[in-house]
């Protein structure tokens, strides 16, 4: 179908306002990680010390030291309790990721409803900001829990299918990633992302679980993800409720 006149008008309103958000620049970077585990502290500080952020997808009815599991590969993962977060996380943003990391698609709607929005309230009274965000957990959802979302007052929700590219997405509450950081071609990606002078504006998104940098003893390869990512004046930095709505 040809665009209209008004299309067009549209897509270039949404780009001017997208610049804005960012400051005037066209290209932005954001993480998002999952679980609210211990190595949480490490990867927040690396963050920290190279100017970025991220949003941490936290499950509050787990969020405990002795909420524990072992990994395939042998390693003990240990959620963080839930005093002295707030702290931690400070300048970076909390979203949700269901009460108990339940597989919403196999639930029924009160139980999904519930999933969501006591996760949202909890985290909200806890960390004392809007959580308007979400990752679904294990990556699964479908219409119903799209809808569910939405009327939970859930803005936009993380899938864990990558891209492999720097387009915005179309729908935030199926907003797929551009890679994980484990991706063989991330270094790749990076390098693009860094080169590419294109006028649509960019988003470099990755995504991850910092327990698995413990499993895979590859911290350096974030530590160069991160080297290679910051400290560029024409990158906007931001959570991905800064990015996606400049909140």
């Not at 990721?97 to 919403?104: F, K, N, Q, V």
């Not at 294109?198 to 991160?226: A, C, K, T």
């Amino acid at each position: 179908m040809k665009k209209s006149v008004t299309d067009d008008w549209v897509h270039e309103n949404c780009q001017r306002r997208i610049i804005v958000m960012w400051k005037g620049k066209k290209k932005a970077v954001t993480f998002s990680y999952d679980d609210g585990v211990t190595q949480d502290r490490r990867l927040v500080e690396m963050m920290n010390t190279y100017g970025v952020k991220g949003t941490f997808n936290l499950n509050s009815g787990m969020q405990s030291y002795a909420n524990v599991w072992e990994h395939p590969k042998g390693l003990l993962i240990h959620r963080m309790n839930i005093e002295g977060l707030k702290e931690l996380y400070q300048g970076h943003e909390i979203a949700a990721h269901c009460l108990t990391h339940a597989d919403l698609p196999k639930y029924d709607e009160e139980t999904i409803r519930n999933e969501i929005l006591e996760d949202k309230k909890n985290l909200e009274e806890r960390f004392g900001q809007p959580v308007v965000g979400m990752a679904y957990p294990f990556g699964t959802y479908n219409d119903a829990v799209v809808d569910i979302a939405r009327a939970c007052g859930i803005r936009y929700s993380r899938t864990v299918e990558r891209t492999g590219n720097f387009g915005l997405p179309e729908e935030p509450l199926t907003l797929n990633p551009t890679c994980h950081h484990n991706d063989a071609d991330v270094m790749d990606l990076i390098d693009r992302f860094l080169a590419s002078d294109s006028e649509e504006p960019q988003l470099f998104y990755l995504w991850g679980h910092s327990y698995e940098f413990d499993v895979d003893q590859n911290w350096d390869r974030m530590e160069e993800i991160l080297k290679k990512l910051s400290g560029h004046d024409e990158i906007f930095y931001g959570t991905n409720r800064e990015v996606l709505f400049g909140e």
